[in-house]
Structure formats: structure tokens, C-alpha cells
């Protein structure tokens, strides 16, 4: 099969335009919005997750349409250019959106051929000779049960629910189909100071720094990620944004793991902070790069923080009690993602979990917050768009 940027995306729109059982090509969407529901989909990365939303007395017909998409998709060539069409205005729509302009020309500097630099919306250009056939291929190459996950939120009561589960989505076909794993470091490690510079449409002065990780979902139970982002982030006395302000170099900071148009994978992450420069701090960014360098060393060389994971415990608990968990279609698109990286008696409550320190996780990613696996990138209004990834360029 050849490689089409985009075309995992492109199949997502092709896929609700029809099925051997229900072949109106809008009858998925109009059976939804005749039932106060809607449909939607995302295509990230490594994976495409498909939800919807319906009056509970509509669940049964919805799931058993949803179904037919991955049983006996049609995948009309008469609707082909203008889906085509749809892909490319998702394109162009994007093309005015900062985080997402910065998100793509970071991908360019990902290793060649991981899914962390894969062009993944598409265009009019990279879809022009794909036809039905290679989508069949596509379909039967990825789409198997073995590689799915399934939600079902509603007020049926389960017994129900799990009727209607194996009824429906039992005939999808289990074609055994391995698990597709990565490499941890998408951003090979270079002994340089990897910067680039952006313009954006809007007035935006920022600096992000990078940092490739391996596989963390794992460790959901320590959450050593969580605890260094907020030791980072922290905005008190004594942390490193209170130095950047009095030293008039940022307004505000945030730091985490994954990012803007960035999902989580099961085999490798990234962990980014980003920086609002002032003027000043604008002129000095590497100033600044090296003081948020030199915090991170400062974690490694203390102690691992377990007063704070038991701060941090105590607010997840409470969290677990009041904290809103989404619903709808967005929470069940949530939890069929987790399904994916988490144990299934976890998906529900992973985030509030906190069930054991573990120092040795806490260093060994913060082993990775170094210059060496570092990318740079400046966004403000009137710099040359540039990328220095060379050994002249020194921190």
C-alpha cells in the first residue's frame, strides 16, 4: 500500500458515507441529529477514535449504525473529492491557528518516519490519486477487533448494554492484527542547541522547550511526570517564574506532559515548557532556556519531593469527589482512549489515582529534561522564520 499523508484521516470522513446495511450516505449523521445526537471523530497520531452522542431511547439504533462502519463500510467513490475537499478546508482552517502551525513545523524535526512527524490531516495534494481500493486495504490492514476499544455510556442498565455489545459489534472481524509500537525518542539526541523561530498571526512572544520521553502511562501511579510539571510550574515564592518575573524576563509559565495537538501514546511522550516572554525576555531567550535548564538540575540534585506527591494526593482525592468528569459523547470518547493505555478497572478514576511514591521514575524522567534531547522553539511577531539544528548553534 502506498503512503498517503493524511489518509488515515481522509478514511475517518470516508467511513460514515455509507455501509452494506445502512447505504444512505448520511444516514449515520441524520439518525443521530433526528435523535437531538451528533457524530464526530479525531484522528491522531497512532490511533482514530469515533463517538457520538444520542437520546438514551435512540442508544440501540445509534451503536448498531456505529457498528456497520467497521463491518461493511461502503467508501463511495462518488463522494471521494469532496471529502478530499473537506480534508483540505480542515487544512486551511489550520493554517491560522499559532499552536498549530508551531505543532506542525516541530514535526518536521521528529525522526523520519515516526508517527510524532507524520503530516496526519492531509491535503488536497497528498490525497489526489488515493482511490477505493487503497481504502479497503487501509481498512483491512488496521481496523481489526483486536485493536479496538469500545465505551458505551447510558442510563440502559448493563445487561442491556452488553447485549447490545455483543450483538452489534461482535461480527467485526478479528483479523489478529499485531500491535504497531515506536520509538521512545522521536527527537534523536544532538549535541547543539536545536531552535526554531517562528512568526505568528497573532502578537505572541514565547519560548518552548522540548523534551522527548519515553513510554510513562505506565506509571500512572506515581505520576512522577505530574510532580515535576508542577514543581516547574509552580508560581510561588521561590520558584523559577518568580525568578523570570523579577528579572523581567516572562509574564507566565506552564510546564507538563504532552502539549498543544500533541496526544499521549503508549510508547513515547514529550513533556514541553512553555514560556510567555516580556520584551526583554524576548531579546534574552537563551537566558531564559538556561534558567529553566538550571531549575531542573536543581530537582535532580534534591531530594525526591514526597511532601509534595502527598499535597498532590490530597488534591486528587478531593478532586475524585466534587471535580466534573465530563459527559456525553466527550467523556466516552475519553474512556475508550484510556482503554487503550490503562488497565480496565482504572480507566474511570487513572487521573486521581496516587497510590505509591517512586523516586526512581521521578529521576529517571527527569534523566531526560537535558539539553541533548531539547528542541527550542521561539514564536513573536517579526523574527525570520528559521531552524538552527547544526553544531555552530550553542546554547
Known sequence: MRDFSGSHHYLEHMLILGTDKYPGVDDYGTYLSENGGYNNAYTDADHTNYYFEVNHDAFAGAIDRLSQLFIAPLFTQDYAEREVNAVNSELQKNLEQDNWRAWRVQNTLARPGHPAGRFT??????????????LLDFHDRYYSANQMQLCLLGTAPLDSMETWTRRYFGPIENKNRPTLHFPADYLPPKQTFR??????????????????????????????????????????????????????????????RGGPMFGLSPDYGKFSITVDLTPKGLEEYRRVARLCLSYIGMLRQ??????????????????????????????????????????????????????????????????HLRPDNMMATLVAKGLEAHTCKNESCIL
Not at 497528498?126 to 481500493?133: G, H, K, T, Y
Open 121 to 134: 490531516i492531509g491535503s488536497s495534494e497528498s490525497l489526489a490519486d488515493i482511490d477505493r481500493q487503497e
Open 195 to 256: 531552535l526554531t523561530q517562528i512568526e505568528p498571526i497573532k502578537q505572541l512572544r514565547t519560548l518552548e522547550l522540548e523534551f522527548s520521553l519515553p513510554a510513562f502511562l505506565d506509571h500512572y501511579g506515581s505520576k512522577p511526570l505530574s510532580l515535576i510539571g508542577s514543581l516547574i510550574g509552580h508560581e510561588g515564592k521561590g520558584s523559577l517564574l518568580s525568578l523570570l518575573k523579577e528579572e523581567d524576563l516572562a509574564t507566565a509559565l506552564g510546564a507538563g
Open 302 to 367: 534534591s531530594p525526591y519531593p514526597a511532601y509534595h506527591f502527598q499535597e498532590e494526593k490530597a488534591v486528587a482525592a478531593l478532586n475524585e469527589i466534587y471535580a466534573d468528569r465530563g459527559e456525553g459523547g466527550g467523556y466516552a470518547r475519553t474512556l475508550a482512549w484510556r482503554l487503550s493505555a490503562y488497565p480496565m478497572e482504572v480507566v474511570e478514576r487513572v487521573q486521581f489515582i496516587y497510590a505509591r511514591e517512586d523516586s526512581g521514575a521521578y529521576r529517571e524522567f527527569l534523566s
